[in-house]
């Protein structure tokens, strides 16, 4: 396995496995892990890393979602320095914390720590998965019934510009309509902060006939059409492995926060932000989306396209797809223009009749079939390293179909610290957890690269804490939790 290597970040020590942390900074070819102190001796669970060095330091985000798409949103955001607070169910929480897959309790968790912490103070604080985890770095969490009507006003409060710290953004994924019957919606909390950047995450969007539908990852994918199009053209429709219309959903949610932030240092005013997964997945259709609305419109309902499954191959370029190799891999090829399918076909040491008979992507695709069995009968002459060697240094795109292993393991993810080993995590049997780093880097080195200073927070680890801050005593807060409140 590769070694892996944490960003060169300011403040944060280097430390070896079981080794008193080492006080100096550390380089960019030293093999570290950043330490995350253990909440018995750090409430906060945070690292040395200061937040101002990074470029969202200034804002202050009450995240209200659950499952991904808004988790997934509001990570990003955490990763780039925002402060975020994640408002969660007493007891239950962000119910991603209960999704283990198979083998994950025996292999990763230990459960008496979790059941005997009692975070939380009432709730079951044993809630923790890899799931929850992938989402929720950078992140504090607090537990607040939001069905109490001082929960409501705790939210009302932590909003309230006069308050020290108060929060400045909100993003949930309740029902459309929802936050309003609970006294939360726009139109209640702009009065609290006028410069408020309130974002809702929906299945469908806040209007239209299917507002009030719950939304699902999946069930958006199958109604924007794009389960239609993925899978190979002799099966029946095929879901992507990991949840596209929630991660998209977060990636345009996010982007949608900063755009409002920055109309708001010209207006003064914020707005409201209406995301929606539905909406998300439709715009992925693009090329393909495009075809259907603009060919066939006028020969009738069996001439439109309706998009097609090819597999892994691409319905406007040929070639482009996987091919199996002697050694039963598979290798990822494209030829993207006229000069690189030359430039392929001489790699592949093709008859120069071929290459001219096929010379151009109109001639390719309509004659995909063919051009696909020449080359499958070619690929499969040779093992996968082969090939590999073969189109090294072409300039041609290529790249085996990797499994989640070899992926995370790939010498590119190690050289761009794609994986991030954290230690000091209590509730891991090992006390490790290895989580997959932020994907864009900023020109400027670690000070405004996305660390990771918060742990993924127990359930409600942070409530007394963020309670005092707002100048709750003791005596308040354990009434709170008496009255169910927190």
């Known amino acids: 396995m590769h070694s892996l290597r944490q960003l060169p970040r300011p403040r944060i020590r280097s430390v070896k496995r079981n080794a008193t942390p080492l006080t100096q900074s550390f380089s960019t070819t030293q093999i570290t892990r950043q330490r995350v102190p253990s909440t018995s001796n750090n409430p906060s669970g945070s690292t040395t890393t200061n937040p101002a060095h990074l470029p969202l330091s200034n804002l202050r985000i009450l995240d209200l979602t659950r499952v991904l798409a808004g988790p997934f949103c509001t990570q990003i955001l955490a990763d780039y320095g925002a402060t975020v607070l994640k408002v969660e169910q007493p007891g239950s929480g962000d119910e991603t914390r209960q999704w283990r897959t198979a083998g994950e309790t025996a292999q990763m968790w230990n459960d008496d720590f979790l059941s005997a912490s009692n975070h939380g103070k009432g709730g079951d604080a044993s809630l ?20 109490s009507e001082r929960g409501r ?58 507002s009030k539908r719950a939304g699902y990852d999946a069930i958006a994918l199958a109604e924007a059409g794009l389960l239609h199009i993925t899978g190979s053209a002799d099966s029946g429709p095929a879901k992507p492995g990991v949840a596209i219309a929630d991660l998209c959903t977060g990636l345009y949610t996010h982007g949608a926060i900063l755009a409002a932030v920055n109309a708001r240092s010209q207006t003064g005013v914020g ?54 190799t002697r050694d039963g891999r598979q290798l990822f090829v494209a030829a993207n223009n006229n000069r690189q399918w030359k430039l392929f076909c001489e790699r592949l040491q093709l008859e120069p009749a071929f290459v001219e008979q ?59 610290d794609m994986v991030v080993p954290v230690e000091g995590i209590e509730a891991a049997r090992d ?4 989580l997959i780093g932020p994907a864009v880097k900023f020109d400027g080195g670690a000070r405004v690269n996305g660390v990771v200073r918060r742990k993924p927070p127990l359930l409600g680890e942070h409530t007394d804490e963020v309670l005092h801050e707002m100048g709750y005593e003791d005596a308040e807060v354990k009434a709170m939790r008496q009255e169910g409140v927190v």
């Open 128 to 147: 923790m998965s890899l799931y929850f985890s992938s989402v929720n770095r950078n992140k504090r969490s607090v537990t607040l019934n939001l069905k």
């Open 153 to 210: 006003a705790l939210i009302r409060e932590m909003l309230d510009p006069n308050n020290p710290g108060s929060y400045d953004i909100i993003v949930h994924n309740f029902l459309p309509g929802k936050m309003d019957d609970m006294g939360l919606g726009y139109s209640d909390l702009k009065k609290v902060n006028p410069a408020l950047i309130y974002a809702g995450v929906s299945g469908y969007g806040a209007t239209g006939p299917s």
């Open 271 to 324: 707005c409201k932000i209406d995301a929606s997964l539905f909406e998300s997945a439709l715009s992925l259709l693009i090329n393909v989306g495009l075809t259907s609305l603009n060919l066939g419109l006028n020969q009738g309902p069996a001439q439109r396209r309706r998009g097609s499954r090819l597999g892994l191959g691409h319905p406007n370029l040929v070639p482009y797809g996987g091919y199996k």
């Open 358 to 416: 096929y010379s151009t992507n109109d001639k390719r695709v309509e004659n995909r079939g063919t051009i696909d069995k020449v080359l499958g009968e070619r690929f499969a002459e040779k093992d996968l390293r082969e090939w590999e060697a073969v189109f090294e240094g072409s300039g041609l795109p290529y790249g085996p179909i990797n499994d989640v292993v070899e992926a995370l393991e790939h010498q590119q993810a190690d050289a761009r």
């Open 431 to 434: 006390g490790m957890m290895r």
